[in-house]
């Protein structure tokens, strides 16, 4: 019963290739995002939604579009991948209303562009 | 702007040794604060978290935290360190300036090693 899972775990690919990472968590929230962490483990969010309304979008290059068909599904399709798209793309979860504010993630996606 | 620091790269301990992971903050207003780990090839997992009340917060794993607003503090604790606690630590707090919702800022991370 995995709370917060995304497909695929890993992800190769080539340059100028678009790709779509999916996710879906089973833990009843209203509240999804995507983070991206880069080699270094830096961990950045790209965006959120809030009952499929985009509330969080940093600056993310528009080649990134997240789409969620419910509260439930936060997907993340990316055109013309380039190489440095390359990292783990995790996505998590949490409920905004009653302000527990701690957020569960997803097991990740290693995305890697040749 | 709001920010985490994770001053340690990495910390190394002994196993049995009590160990610490420090954090400090810059956030405007009251902070919101959280730790998480992240073991290899996984994704992070919620350790604890401040949001008011005692300053001293436990948490998962026999982790707890010390907030100590005066030095804008919010480091990780465990009274003894296992080998299996060797992992990844993130500190993050909430950014209350993403219009109420619930935007994380983590630092950059501190690896723990702990030894036999």
């Known amino acids: 019963d995995t709370a917060v899972s995304q497909t695929p775990k890993y992800l190769v690919t080539q340059m100028g290739n678009d790709k779509s990472i999916k996710c879906e968590q089973n833990?009843?929230?209203?509240?999804m995002y995507w983070y991206k962490q880069d080699s270094k483990k830096f961990l950045k969010i790209m965006f959120s939604?809030?009952?499929?309304?985009?509330?969080i979008n940093e600056t993310v290059p528009n080649r990134f579009s997240p789409k969620s068909p419910d509260k439930a599904h936060l997907n993340l399709h990316i055109n013309s991948l380039e190489l440095g798209d390359s990292a783990v793309y995790f996505c998590?979860?949490?409920?905004?209303?009653?302000?527990?504010?701690?957020?569960?993630f997803g097991p990740g996606t290693r995305l890697t562009v040749t | 702007a709001q920010s985490v620091a994770q001053p340690e790269d990495q910390v190394n301990v002994a196993e049995g040794n009590p160990l610490t992971v420090k954090c400090t903050y810059s956030?405007?207003?009251?902070?919101?604060l959280f730790w998480y780990v992240q073991y290899p090839n996984r994704g992070l997992q919620f350790l604890l978290k401040?949001?008011?009340?005692?300053?001293l917060v436990k948490g998962s794993y026999g982790f707890e935290a010390e907030f100590n607003k005066s030095q804008t503090s919010f480091h990780l604790k465990k009274p003894s360190a296992l080998v299996s606690d060797s992992a990844l630590y993130f500190c993050?707090?909430?950014?209350?300036?993403?219009?109420?919702?619930?935007?994380?800022?983590f630092g950059a991370g501190t690896r723990l090693a702990v030894h036999p």
């Open positions: 998590a979860s949490s409920q905004a209303s009653g302000k527990t504010y701690e957020q569960y």
């Open positions: 833990l009843g929230h209203d509240t």
């Open positions: 939604y809030n009952n499929k309304e985009l509330i």
């Open positions: 956030v405007s207003g009251n902070p919101y």
């Open positions: 401040y949001i008011t009340g005692d300053n």
């Open positions: 993050a707090v909430r950014d209350p300036g993403a219009g109420g919702y619930n935007k994380l800022i």
